[in-house]
């Protein structure tokens, strides 16, 4: 069988065509409110009492609701529910029809033309759909029931004509098929129509852009949070681990030292995973399962004011030798910006968590954090490993400087990387007013 001859009957009654004329119909439940309005400013318009009893009185009701449905259209909501509708039953791919609300008024006015011819063409395909089948059927049984060849039901007198008998149920049989390709032609057009007056507008697309720079960002950010919590966890238990070991049968008093350093590190990594994990879950839940029937706590993000002092403990029990200097005048750490004082922190713990990866085990470690006029100034500088060469200086460095750049950069900051008069020297200045 020749393809044409499968493809124009799955044209007119498929399954798409099928959900087509649903939308349409639709459209026509949709519009007999408006056109119920219309009659009552159409009815004494032309002075009859029955609008609906008179072809040319429906037409006119119909052409007067069609304008009141365009004004009602222009609420904002009237597209998330087009669009749905479009989805479910025109065959629209989705990624053609914009989300959400129209503001803009060109969004509106798309959405308003939109609902106007799905309204009108949903009105002219259920009127059809109501009188022809009706029709149709009395034609094709005209020949074989002599009752209604009697009455005819009001039908031209040229149907009691032998030919025209005849001819009746080929005619029923057109009737009905014209009526599907209405129907199938009304849907395509729709269909095509669809993605131009209810696809996203300018103003949509840069909504969706800046909305998915949003979500970047903070992706970004939980990039860094989880780098820098769990990377320096990671350094400071394997170092811990590692000294202990060497020294597991001569100072049993430092063995229990690092196990309960490593204990403590563990304990609030969890915390801080678990918090920054809390973002995401949906429905914005914050606590989890920590493997028994109790939730995990979940730990608000460290700063210089609350941590400071227990991350160079932790970090000094791993081995290294850290001496700092913190000079942040009368009020301390706790007079920093909340969030100068949490960058701080992660730039502090990300410039040790290097000293613990890159320097020599017994390499010292010497950090200054201390307040320069307006600006918190973080240095940490460490002896250059022996047994390598001299890292290049570099922008940025590798991927945990990269995040240190990123934190500064989100305050206003500034920072320096690189090796320096025999050492590696990580430098950064925070304003304490800044951009964030």
């Not at 639709?26 to 408006?34: D, E, F, I, K, N």
């Not at 029809?97 to 959405?111: I, K, V």
């Not at 949003?214 to 000294?243: C, I, K, M, P, W």
Request: aromatic fraction near 4%.
């Amino acid at each position: 069988m020749p393809a044409t001859a499968l493809t124009v009957p799955t044209a007119l009654f498929g399954r798409r065509a099928r959900r087509r004329w649903v939308h349409l119909i639709l459209g026509g439940a949709l519009a007999m409110p408006y056109v119920l309005v219309g009659s009552v400013i159409v009815g004494p318009l032309l002075g009859e009492d029955n609008v609906f009893g008179s072809l040319t009185s429906q037409l006119g009701a119909f052409a007067v609701g069609l304008p009141l449905a365009a004004v009602t259209a222009l609420f904002p909501l009237t597209r998330p529910i087009s669009v749905a509708a479009v989805r479910a039953l025109c065959a629209v791919p989705a990624d053609a029809l914009a989300d959400g609300p129209a503001r803009s008024r060109q969004a509106r006015g798309r959405t308003a033309t939109w609902f106007t011819l799905h309204l009108g063409f949903g009105g002219i395909i259920s009127g059809m759909s109501l009188a022809l089948p009706p029709f149709a059927t009395m034609l094709i049984a005209l020949p074989f029931v002599a009752a209604l060849r009697g009455s005819r039901a009001g039908m031209p007198e040229v149907f009691g004509d032998g030919w025209m008998l005849a001819l009746s149920p080929v005619i029923g049989a057109l009737s009905l098929v014209a009526l599907a390709g209405c129907a199938a032609a009304a849907g395509g057009l729709l269909a095509r129509w669809a993605p131009e007056l209810l696809g996203p507008t300018p103003a949509d697309r840069l909504a969706a852009a800046e909305q998915r720079a949003a979500d970047l960002a903070v992706r970004n950010r939980l990039a860094r949070e989880l780098h820098d919590s769990v990377g320096h966890a990671l350094s400071a238990v394997t170092l811990q681990a590692s000294a202990a070991r060497r020294v597991l049968d001569r100072d049993p008093e430092f063995v229990r030292d690092a196990l309960a350093a490593i204990e403590e590190t563990t304990r609030r990594t969890v915390g801080e995973l678990d918090a920054v994990l809390g973002v995401l879950r949906e429905g914005g839940e914050s606590g989890g399962a920590s493997g028994g029937d109790r939730a995990s706590p979940t730990a608000p993000a460290p700063t210089l004011s609350t941590d400071l002092d227990g991350l160079l403990k932790r970090t000094r029990a791993s081995g290294l030798r850290v001496k700092a200097t913190v000079d942040l005048g009368p009020g301390g750490p706790d007079a920093l910006p909340p969030m100068v004082s949490r960058e701080a922190y992660r730039i502090v713990q990300e410039s040790l968590s290097n000293a613990l990866r890159h320097a020599d085990h017994d390499a010292p470690v010497a950090l200054r954090v201390a307040l320069e006029g307006t600006d918190l100034e973080i240095l940490a500088e460490n002896p250059l490993p022996r047994t390598a060469p001299a890292p290049a200086p570099r922008p940025g460095g590798g991927h945990g400087l990269r995040g240190i750049t990123d934190r500064a950069r989100l305050l206003g900051g500034t920072v320096l990387t690189g090796p320096a008069d025999g050492v590696w020297r990580v430098n950064v200045r925070l304003p304490l007013k800044g951009p964030a």
